[in-house]
């Protein structure tokens, strides 16, 4: 796990496995987790490592349902789980998948660690604000990748959020209840966000300024045009494996 600081008031912490990365926003004395590392020894080490670095978490947010983004009440397993109301939906909709495909994963890397308890998340309309000390973080529609998705600008540090989309390691994943058609309406709303961004960090990956990531997003939308070709330095086993996933569900 290693974290970068971004702006006085952000840190970006990354995961040792798929680089899954959260990010904690700070206005006043307040502060906000997005998303979360994996292991459980990193959820535990969370709280110190956030703390010494100032930032007393108040507030959490997963950007979308997949389960590697939802363990935030494993390190603080005070606060409620904040999400966006289409991911509050598909929780919803698809009661224990997220605990079940966790315990999948976990078996696979031999990780142990106690059910995850999501408890009573609170749903939170996008796009709009929620507040934090004395901002508001905007959250805008991120879906495509999935079914859900929320995308969280803190305008006032710089720093776009965007979940699994715009990724230097992993190309345009569209899982089964994700849409093309999404994706690219999703990466439409946040071309202009971006310019308006110091900071752009995605789900799995570096965070990046913004012409690397105004970068990304031409290759991603340029891979989404045909869907064949892999974007540069993105070709690798694993991403040709979800390539070929993408190909069979929505090519
Ligand atoms: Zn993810």
Redo the contacts with the bound molecule.
């Keep these: 796990m290693r974290a970068v600081g971004v702006h006085p008031d952000a840190v970006v912490v990354t995961s040792r496995i ?1 680089q ?1 990365t959260c990010t904690a926003i700070r206005a006043g004395d307040e502060a906000m987790l997005i998303d979360s590392p994996y292991f459980p020894d990193e959820l535990d080490a969370l709280p110190a490592l956030l703390h010494q670095a100032g930032f007393q978490i108040t507030a959490l947010l997963a950007t979308h349902a ?1 389960y ?2 939802l363990l935030g009440r494993a390190a603080f397993p005070q606060l409620a789980l904040g999400v966006g109301e289409s991911t509050a939906i598909r929780l919803r909709t698809h009661p224990g998948v997220a605990q079940k495909e966790l315990r999948d994963a976990d078996a696979e890397h031999y990780v142990e660690r106690a059910p995850l308890a999501l408890g009573s998340y609170e749903s939170l309309p996008v796009p709009g604000y929620v507040g934090l000390g004395d901002q508001e973080l905007e959250l805008h529609p991120a879906e495509g990748h999935t079914a859900d998705g929320t995308a969280v600008f803190a305008r006032w540090a710089g720093v776009l959020c965007v979940g ?1 989309y715009l990724s230097d390691v992993e190309i345009p994943l569209i899982s089964q209840r994700g849409s093309l058609e999404e994706y690219r309406a999703t990466l439409a709303r946040l071309a202009p966000l971006m310019e308006a961004a110091e900071t752009i960090v995605p ?2 990956g570096s965070p990046h300024d913004r012409d690397t990531a105004l970068r990304l997003l031409d290759e991603d939308l340029e891979y989404l045009d045909g869907l064949d070709k892999l974007p540069p330095g993105r070709d690798t086993r694993r991403q040709r494996a979800i390539h070929a996933d993408n190909v069979i569900k929505h090519g």
Excluded: E, F, L
Aim: net charge negative; hydrophobic share 10%; no cysteine.
């Design positions: 798929w899954t997949d590697d983004h699994d789900g799995h």
